[in-house]
């Protein structure tokens, strides 16, 4: 059967059937613990009841009209998203990749109403913002955009973490518009920035009249401790997108906008056929409603901990570790060497984790798990960590 589908993810042998809260069953009975989430969609993991009692009541009322009508729930959602955010403006897609879409375009409307012929928006090194062709484009890794050439034009990399790098741009090229980070890169590696680093893009940004545009897609909806990353630094971004997080699965992506970005959107100068249908606006209510009664972003902040600091007891001592890293439930384990092999040998130990930047391994829980998922996270974790280590060791000593 699988064979009927496009060739374009490299799959695990494994085949899930069900889920609940931190765990997933497969075809065949077994159970694993979800240290990934989804990719950070699943913030409050599998069959949540309170999502899926929305999405079945919403599902026997209304899935779909179109967005030539008005959506009551939909504005119910544009409301409390703009509340939390002190943006003014929301956009409803399908995806994180089509909210970055329409964030680029709201940054070359914004250029050209300036009198900019040629927009360009400022991306980073190591960055990820999605798969279609503006944002592969836009993204900081080569092996992502390799064979889709020519690329859409436009963007200019600078390295991440760098305000250096930004204020050259800004000295030496005409016709900057934006710039476009993630607050905490993801794919890229678990990448935090210095505490102050948003704050200095801030400034660049009001200096030259340029947007300040985060793509939260994956750091947005409480992961990282605060509802959106940003909020760690008390600024405003002037355009936000989020998606994975905001439906729990439910497929929703947003694009929010404030200040002098809120109202450079008018009628048909975009769209999307299905974005915001009163389905995953009513998913995503029920997200909000939970991670708020749940205290889930307090939650958060916990766990981050309580992660840190078991890591640094089994592994920080390791000569193999090169750092820890976390903020909130965004949690990093970088090592000296390759180690994509650890995805496969914790799939056959029933854990889910993921690998990224080649020796990253990444893990994004649900923010509902309990202390002891926690600890057998740690536990598992540094156990595999501990035999690889010691088997590429004695590799190479062969």
């Known amino acids: 059967m699988m064979d009927?589908?496009?060739?374009?993810?490299?799959?695990?042998?494994?085949?899930?059937?069900r889920g609940e809260g931190a765990w997933l069953w497969d075809s065949e009975g077994n159970k694993y613990l979800d240290a990934l989430g989804g990719i950070a969609v699943c913030g409050l993991g599998h069959a949540h009841p309170a999502v899926t009692k929305a999405i079945c009541d919403q599902a026997a009322t209304l899935v779909h009209t179109s967005n030539l009508y008005g959506i009551e729930v939909q504005g119910l959602l544009a409301e409390k998203l703009t509340t939390l955010s002190g943006l003014q403006r929301a956009f409803f897609s399908n995806s994180g990749a089509e909210a970055n879409e329409a964030a680029i375009k709201i940054a070359r409307l914004y250029g050209h109403k300036k009198g900019i012929a040629q927009p360009n928006i400022i991306v980073a090194d190591g960055?990820?913002?999605?798969?279609?062709?503006?944002?592969?484009?836009?993204?900081?890794?080569?092996?992502?955009?390799?064979?889709?050439?020519?690329?859409?034009?436009?963007?200019?990399?600078?390295?991440?973490?760098?305000?250096?790098?930004?204020?050259?741009?800004?000295?030496?090229?005409?016709?900057?518009?934006?710039?476009?980070?993630?607050?905490?890169?993801?794919?890229?590696?678990i990448n935090i920035p210095a505490a102050d680093y948003l704050n200095g893009l801030r400034a660049i940004c009001d200096e030259n009249d340029w947007l300040l545009m985060l793509d939260e897609i994956q750091t947005g909806m409480g992961r990282s401790g605060k509802w959106f990353a940003f909020q760690h630094n008390g600024i405003q971004p002037d355009v936000m997108t989020l998606a994975k997080a905001l439906g729990n699965g439910v497929p929703i992506g947003a694009c929010l906008a404030g200040g002098k970005a809120a109202e450079v959107f008018q009628p048909g100068n975009h769209g999307s056929t299905f974005g915001g249908n009163p389905l995953a606006c009513r998913a995503a209510l029920a997200v909000i409603d939970s991670i708020e009664q749940q205290g889930l972003i307090e939650r958060a902040n916990v766990l981050s901990q309580k992660f840190l600091d078991g890591f640094k007891a089994r592994l920080g001592d390791n000569a193999h570790v090169v750092d820890i890293r976390a903020q909130g439930l965004l949690l990093g384990i970088e090592l000296d060497s390759p180690c994509a092999a650890l995805v496969g040998e914790a799939l056959a130990n029933?854990?889910?984790?993921?690998?990224?930047?080649?020796?990253?391994?990444?893990?994004?829980?649900?923010?509902?798990?309990?202390?002891?998922?926690?600890?057998m996270i740690i536990d598992k974790v540094s156990s595999l960590v501990e035999a690889f280590v010691a088997e590429q060791a004695t590799s190479a000593a062969v």
């Open 127 to 189: 960055s990820f913002h999605g798969r279609t062709m503006a944002t592969l484009s836009a993204t900081g890794n080569r092996k992502v955009q390799a064979g889709f050439e020519p690329l859409v034009q436009g963007f200019i990399r600078v390295p991440y973490n760098d305000l250096g790098a930004i204020r050259n741009v800004a000295r030496n090229t005409d016709g900057v518009v934006a710039v476009l980070v993630e607050p905490i890169q993801g794919e890229g590696g």
């Open 350 to 375: 029933g854990l889910l984790i993921n690998v990224t930047a080649d020796k990253v391994i990444r893990l994004l829980p649900p923010l509902i798990i309990s202390d002891a998922e926690a600890d």
């Open 4 to 17: 009927a589908l496009m060739n374009t993810y490299t799959r695990l042998p494994v085949n899930f059937t």
